[in-house]
């Protein structure tokens, strides 16, 4: 049974910083594409960043650019969101998702979804 698990979400106040992780069990995701998602209350998800396979390729929205990073370990099956320089917009419940092949911003893509983690930013 494939789990994604993220955890690092809580509470923080504007300008600080949060390091959100998923792991994934079940089946080795070496050769697949991860990506963050949020989504806030009476929004639309959105895409927040992805990763290739291989790490070399990353890819950001634009309210989020210079901010946050994501990475990734293989070995240990998990994949990052370091978090810095927190808005109250950041606030949202944080998605990670898996898919094979190329990554994407398009949530349809993703095959596997993570049940998600709050971040809370108060300014």
């Known amino acids: 049974q494939v789990q994604l698990v993220e955890s690092g979400g809580g509470s923080v106040q504007a300008g600080g910083s949060l390091r959100l992780s998923c792991a994934a069990s079940?089946?080795?995701?070496?050769?697949?594409?991860w990506a963050w998602f949020r989504q806030a209350p009476g929004k639309e998800r959105e895409f927040v960043a992805s990763i290739d396979w291989s790490g070399s390729t990353t890819s950001y929205a634009d309210p989020v650019k210079g901010r946050f990073t994501i990475s990734r370990d293989n070995a240990k099956n998990t994949v990052y969101l370091q978090m810095n320089s927190l808005k109250s917009d950041d606030t949202a419940v944080y998605y990670c998702a898996a898919a094979g092949g190329l990554p994407s911003d398009l949530g349809e893509r993703y095959g596997y979804w993570g049940q998600g983690t709050q971040v809370t930013v108060s300014s």
């Open positions: 079940g089946r080795p995701f070496k050769r697949y594409a």
